[in-house]
T-cell receptor
């Protein structure tokens, strides 16, 4: 079963623009994580935000978390063609260590 | 440090045949996951191990799927017999179980095509 739902399903932008992806979830969580997956490859961990945090930065990535709305957003600033990939949010529930993924957003950055 | 290693990377089999996937987690990682990812979708958990114990296998289709992690290190996921709908990528992941939250590291996946 899928916990998170990403929005949009697909996003196409020009190099240098910012990309914003949103994630909504249903249950109480310990943390929310964002992963990246290049075509034909495994998932790579990008950033983790704990349930008591509201915002976190890592390089060109900015993640926000609103536990009252059960939603998170991932912002990639100054995008590059190499950022083209699928991005998934995943929630780790308070009830255990299960990590549940959303359906993902396919980001295409055009050079 | 070596990452999570999976084999085979690609497998094509006929329906009703058996298939097995192998995973070697990162050294020292107690927790091991098997996920299945269908095309265009997010990964779905099949089973989670803490050392050699399967602590979450509620989404593993036990009629045809089995998994083992006998010595708490390597793990094998088996499908017997395979069905057309089993075509997917099977992802193995691992993490340290202490000092959470810890990053989960994924392997490159085993791509299964059932014909």
């Amino acid at each position: 079963s899928q916990q998170g739902e990403e929005d949009p399903q697909a996003l196409s932008i020009q190099e240098g623009e910012n990309a914003t992806m949103n994630c909504s979830y249903k249950t109480s969580i310990n943390n929310l994580q964002w992963y990246r997956q290049n075509s034909g490859r495994g998932l790579v961990h990008l950033i983790l935000i704990r349930s008591n945090e509201r915002e976190k930065h890592s390089g060109r990535l900015r993640v926000t978390l609103d536990t009252s709305k059960k939603s998170s957003s991932l912002l990639i600033t100054a995008s590059r063609a190499a950022d083209t990939a699928s991005y998934f949010c995943a929630t780790e529930e308070t009830s255990g260590s299960r990590l549940t993924f959303g359906e993902g957003t396919q980001l295409t950055v055009n050079p | 440090e070596a990452g999570v290693v999976q084999s085979p990377r690609y497998k094509i089999i006929e329906k009703k045949q058996p298939v097995a996937f192998w995973c070697n987690p990162i050294s020292g990682h107690n927790t091991l996951y098997w996920y299945r990812q269908n095309l265009g979708q997010g990964p779905e958990l099949l089973i989670r191990y803490e050392n050699e114990e399967a602590v979450d296998d509620s989404q593993l289709p036990k009629d045809r799927f089995s998994a083992e992690r006998l010595k708490g290190v390597d793990s094998t996921l088996k499908i017997q017999p395979a069905e057309l709908g089993d075509s997917a990528v099977y992802l193995c992941a691992s993490r340290r179980s202490t000092g959470r939250p810890n990053t989960i590291y994924f392997g490159e996946g085993s791509w299964l095509t059932v014909v």
